[in-house]
Each structure stands twice: as C-alpha cells, then as structure tokens.
C-alpha cells in the first residue's frame, strides 16, 4: 500500500531550505519517492489551517518511506531542513 509524507512547512531560511530543495530529489528517487504536492497555492477551508507551504510525497510504503527518512543519504538533508523551517511532518498510509 503507498505511503505518503505530508509536511505543513514555514521556510525561515529560504537559501538553505532552497540548497535542501536541490538535492532531495535524488534521495526520494533512489527509493521510489515523488512528489505530489510540492509548496503551490494553499486555499484554507475548513477549522483554521493555513499553512504556508504544503508538501506531499508519494513511497511505494511505509518501510520504503522509512528507510527513505532514517537513511544516511537524506541524514544531512534532513538537518538542514530542520534549520531552516519549522513545521509538522507525518506518515500516512493510503489509497
């Protein structure tokens, strides 16, 4: 079942979060990750979430996802974009 990252995202460092930007993609290629979502218009609906920048991305799943985060190749991503945002980051399986 396909499992998907789905990140509500405030850039405070927009030059670091942009070096993040440039390399990640080969750590989600190399296991199976795509985006979906990738930042794009936000239109606020419903109970009072607005968040700025919006990502989501697809793995074939769950382990895949994880050994993608806990790996040592996204291991230095992954400090940099904790430095240069803040924000909330969860795991979900689905259709």
């Known amino acids: 079942m396909p499992a998907f990252v789905i990140a509500d995202i405030e850039v405070r460092d927009a030059a670091a979060y942009d070096a993040y930007k440039k390399d990640v993609g080969a750590t989600l290629a190399k296991f199976g990750g795509r985006f979906v979502v ?26 895949t996802l994880d050994a993608w985060y806990r790996s040592p190749e996204y291991k230095p991503l992954l400090d940099l974009r904790l430095a240069a945002t803040s924000g909330r980051l969860i795991a979900v399986e689905g259709a």
Do not use: L, S, T
Request: no cysteine; charged share 25%; hydrophobic share 40%.
């Open 38 to 63: 990738r930042g794009g218009a936000v239109k606020p609906y419903e109970g009072g979430w607005n968040p700025q920048r919006v990502v989501v991305i697809e793995f074939p799943d769950m382990a």
